[in-house]
């Protein structure tokens, strides 16, 4: 049995109670390593690390910072098929996607802001004959990076590069369903020598370990992506302790598809907004609105090629549609399809667990589920599922589908299909969402500001956002008269 070790201090090392969590493969319901179960002590360690650390870290040169990020992208290339098994495996995900997707995301996160960081810059601000204003931007110093199951590799250097690239030192947890690439990563780390106490992942729950690191005296920063009752819950603790946050949430996202878009793009594109990751990713489109002249051929459509989506082991090149990540997770999202029932819903395919053949028998595969006849306002149209579940829903006007669409407390992401430019731009300005994509999904520039309104969190990652957020500004207005000696 494979046992997970934490990364403290530059070393890998047992929990300091000894104490494991089983790690389960969602392809086979087999367990197939250990998690460390970690507690405050160990939480503890990790901190005083940071702290040790942080002084030496922030008086880097940006050069230096710069090329320690790259060897560890580099080191994670140097170990792609390896990265990219480990990812489909604690995951569920079909290894295609981690290899189009997850790792080469993860490897550009870490190459991202190698490069941003050299090109980052505060202002001045010339008052001519008196003074001048100008900005400094220092690290925050030890900062918490909490990171979700559904992506981990690519969501956890999403959180730990831009921090480490401003100078600040880590304490990081993923997910304890989906460890496995953050502990490889440790290795990368020990392999190129990343200096001791810089980055510091600690394994365990999130009510253990991750709410020991948010109540830590000496964190600063609390960067979390994971569920909104989660995100509150850190809020309540960080925010009367003033340290800044980053909560990437919830997302109820709606689809809205004109009948004078290019359908054959958007039916491809829809399918994969629906149903990519086995529906575990907070960008997917659960809420699809058709415009009512199209609704029938979409429908026929649609669930042609939902059907024709190729289901099972996650290590077979051709799957494209794996293992939802736990039985936990499998067991909630069926109960939302028979909610779903309840509020007079039918079924017009899937609904049901998937059975593959051979390995993966004991699985947690559910069918790619499609919905209809369901009110806008319903709890399965406005609650998160996260998974393989989608409604549609026929609508005639641009007002009706703009109050559909915003009728959710989320505000994550949209997806509109249309060719006609006005009204792509006037109702891309009326969707209550932090990100609107106009004949497409997913299309991510890493320069852009990424995140939510209304319950799908506060504040933005990416680009130079994710600097700002991980450094603290700091003015200073010098006189032209003054006498300096």
């Not at 051979?358 to 599922?385: D, H, K, M, W």
């Not at 609107?436 to 299309?443: A, F, G, K, M, P």
């Not at 933005?460 to 991980?470: N, P």
Request: net charge neutral.
């Amino acid at each position: 049995m494979d046992y997970i070790r934490n990364y403290i201090d530059g070393t890998l090392s047992e929990p300091l109670s000894l104490k494991y969590i089983e790690n389960i493969d969602p392809s086979t319901g087999m367990v197939y390593s250990m998690i460390p179960d970690s507690g405050k002590a160990d939480v503890d360690k990790a901190v005083d690390a940071a702290v040790k650390a942080f002084r030496d870290w922030s008086h880097t040169s940006i050069e230096e910072r710069s090329v320690w990020l790259q060897k560890m992208a580099n080191g994670i290339r140097d170990r792609f098929e390896e990265f990219v098994r480990a990812e489909s495996v604690d995951n569920g995900k079909p290894v295609f996607l981690a290899r189009k997707v997850d790792i080469p995301r993860a490897i550009s996160n870490l190459e991202f802001y190698a490069k941003a960081i050299t090109q980052y810059h505060s202002e001045a601000h010339v008052n001519a004959g008196r003074n001048i204003n100008f900005t400094m931007r220092h690290p925050l110093g030890p900062v918490v990076c909490i990171s979700p199951w559904n992506l981990p590799l690519y969501l956890f250097t999403w959180k730990i590069a831009p921090a480490l690239a401003a100078g600040n030192t880590v304490v990081a947890k993923p997910s304890e369903i989906t460890p496995y690439t953050a502990y490889l990563l440790s290795s990368v780390c020990q392999k190129i020598g990343l200096p001791k106490g810089v980055l510091n992942i600690v394994h365990g729950y999130g009510s253990i370990a991750g709410d020991a690191m948010v109540r830590h005296k000496n964190i600063k920063a609390v960067s979390f992506t994971g569920g909104t009752k989660t995100g509150a819950q850190i809020a309540s603790v960080a925010g009367p302790e003033f340290k800044k946050m980053s909560l990437e949430l919830g997302g109820k996202n709606p689809n809205i598809i004109f009948s004078d878009c290019n359908y054959e793009q958007m039916l491809k594109t829809t399918l994969q907004s629906s149903f990519a990751n086995q529906g575990q990713i907070c960008l997917c489109g659960s809420r699809i609105f058709v415009e009512a002249t199209i609704y029938d051929r979409f429908r026929h459509d649609f669930i042609q090629m939902v059907d024709q989506l190729k289901k099972g082991d996650p290590l077979d090149s051709d799957t494209r549609f794996g293992a939802l990540v736990s039985r936990q997770h499998l067991e909630k999202v069926l109960s939302y399809i028979e909610l779903a029932k309840e509020e007079g819903g039918k079924v017009l395919t899937g609904g049901k667990i998937y059975n593959p053949e051979g390995r993966c028998a004991g699985g947690f595969f559910l069918e790619p589920t499609v919905i209809e006849g369901l009110s806008p306002y319903c709890r399965t149209n406005q609650e998160e599922i996260f998974g393989p579940v989608v409604t549609i829903t026929p609508f005639n006007t641009e007002e009706e589908v703009l109050e559909f669409a915003n009728s959710t407390s989320y505000g994550l992401a949209a997806t509109l299909w249309t060719q006609n430019y006005d009204r792509a731009l006037r109702v891309s300005e009326q969707i209550e969402a932090g990100i609107v994509w106009v004949n497409c999904w997913l299309e991510r520039d890493l320069r852009t500001p990424f995140g939510g309104m209304k319950s799908s969190g506060v504040g933005r990652e990416g680009g130079f956002q994710a600097l700002d957020f991980f450094t603290e500004p700091k003015n200073i207005c010098m006189a032209y008269n003054a006498s300096f000696h």
